[in-house]
């Protein structure tokens, strides 16, 4: 029934979804497929940053590294989130002519491990991406991908819709000072819809850890609207309770 | 700075940690790594029904076989929950001759994707999981178990933990017809410490797909208890009320 497995050589790989918020949309971070100098007909898509894993390597230190390499971030959350695995996930004659031009060796079979980042694009060290042409794209809108990446991105969202439902990773994205208002464009921007206002500001509120702050807004428009920041100490301590079953 | 990747040659395997539920504690399917003639000097230890993939097998397929061969079991729940790929995880000298005999290769590494399942320990079809030696153990008590075995079946339960606080998965382990009492036993097995009585059952009567029968238990010593069961349709209806995010 089975056959033989030393005839089986599937290859390993690493692939991370790093989502950002600017305050405005969820954003993700895309690399483009750079063609080798012998391989210039290859059309230039994007494509999430990742790589197959070295010999000695675990799957979290080779997402690490695919980061720092393609990207130049270091130092962020990583969290997997699902492994793709379909014979026949990497099928684009393009796709596999490429991967087999920049990794040297013959692609039968790949199978990835996906991780999900979360950063605030705010942040100094990441206006500097810029390694390898990286660059943030609406989740919204996205580009032209290659292979899966596209199924790979949705996946990740979900898992983030998940998430968000049970873990303060939300704060992750957004800066340290932070309104309600954004708090709540960034929940709309990751689950797709919009959320009812009343609602979701005393939801907030009643969460001992977020916590108001004597400051406000600056050089806005409109009403300057209260700072909040996330007490992370706080939200450990009461954990047990805040952990609730939504029956 | 990476080895020529020609001589990383992984194997890809699939592991299954079937959680089941007898009314009292929150067991796992264990099959017994049984030697091959030529190999008797291995030790008979327990390990989680698995395999490594084969070739045109998408992972989601490799656990489903994997299942149906070692302990006859078809048709259930199956959540891919993680990946585990450290280059040491299969370091046991025993473990690897084992691997190396049963399997006719060679084995350098072995990545693999482990999956859960839900089933109703109850259920005839369950009952008869006898091939391979399939057995319930206790995941309060268990058994000296091969590879990295023990921390997958303890990521499983992580990850059980997470899913019961935002989908109605516990239903998956409880009979068809289950009593309040029931689902509290359930929670507290697998969340591993005790709930508060009052506090569970306003929860769950809260929830308008658990619907009291007009039936009550038979034959108990103590006063008999109401059953309710789950509406499905109900569940998903109303899925974006239900749905709440725990700040």
């Not at 959350?77 to 996930?89: A, E, I, M, N």
């Not at 580009?143 to 990740?156: S, T």
């Not at 807004?217 to 909040?228: L, W």
């Amino acid at each position: 029934m089975k056959e033989p497995l030393t005839s089986f050589n599937p290859h390993l790989s690493v692939d991370c979804v790093v989502f950002g918020f600017d305050g405005n949309s969820l954003k993700v971070l895309l690399v483009e497929k750079v063609a080798d100098n012998h391989a210039k007909h290859i059309p230039r898509k994007h494509k999430l940053p990742g790589d197959l894993i070295i010999r000695m390597e675990d799957l979290y230190g080779a997402a690490e590294r695919v980061l720092l390499e393609l990207t130049g971030l270091s130092n962020i959350f990583l969290k997997q989130f699902s492994v793709f695995g379909t014979p026949d996930r990497i099928s684009d004659p393009d796709d596999i002519r490429w991967l087999e031009d920049t990794s040297g060796v013959t692609i039968s079979r790949v199978v990835t491990t996906a991780y999900y980042s979360l950063i605030k694009i705010g942040k100094s060290k990441v206006k500097n991406v810029v390694k390898n042409n990286a660059s943030w794209h609406d989740v919204a809108n996205l580009p032209d991908l290659a292979f899966d990446h596209e199924e790979i991105i949705k996946e990740g969202i979900k898992s983030l819709q998940m998430a968000i439902r049970h873990e303060p990773i939300c704060f992750e994205l957004l800066p340290r000072k932070f309104t309600l208002r954004e708090t709540q464009i960034l929940y709309e921007a990751i689950l797709g819809h919009e959320l009812d206002n009343r609602n979701f500001r005393k939801k907030l509120l009643k969460a001992a850890y977020i916590e108001p702050l004597d400051e406000k807004q600056n050089g806005v428009a409109h009403k300057p609207a209260r700072f909040y920041k996330f007490n992370k100490k706080k939200y450990e301590l009461n954990r047990t309770d805040i952990l609730n079953y939504n029956f």
